[in-house]
């Protein structure tokens, strides 16, 4: 078992920038990829960026690239969002997600690839 913890959010204005950060323990040495995702109300979780957990291998969502960075810390068994730039579009809930299984398909997307996952930690973007 894998437990998560998300913590970092908070309200930021148009433009702002916010770190957010994910605390992982139990089976920790388990973790193959780890991911975030996020979910405005009324609307679907949707992926937002993920990375293999060994070697730090990123992907992200087409709506976040080049201004999302997501990031690892092994020793720490912490996982973070760095958020520059945003918009009111990307307010939501932003979950942390883990995946203890390797993929022969690359690092996996959907959000039922993820058998973990934390309680969320809100993000608000004031225009």
């Known amino acids: 078992q894998v437990q998560l913890v998300e913590s970092g959010g908070g309200v930021v204005q148009t433009g702002g920038s916010l770190t957010l950060s994910c605390a992982a323990s139990g089976r920790n040495s388990d973790i193959k990829y780890m991911a975030w995702y996020r979910q405005a109300p009324g609307k679907d979780r949707i992926f937002v960026a993920a990375?293999?957990?060994?070697?730090?291998?990123?992907y992200y969502a087409d709506s976040v690239k080049g201004r999302f960075t997501i990031a690892r810390d092994n020793a720490k068994s912490a996982l973070y969002l760095h958020m520059n730039n945003l918009k009111p579009e990307d307010t939501a809930v932003y979950y942390c997600?883990?995946?203890?299984?390797?993929?022969?398909?690359?690092?996996?997307?959907?959000?039922?690839?993820?058998?973990?996952w934390g309680q969320g930690t809100q993000v608000t973007v004031s225009s």
């Open positions: 990375l293999n957990w060994d070697y730090g291998t990123p």
């Open positions: 997600a883990a995946r203890a299984v390797d993929s022969e398909y690359g690092i996996p997307v959907a959000a039922t690839s993820y058998a973990y």
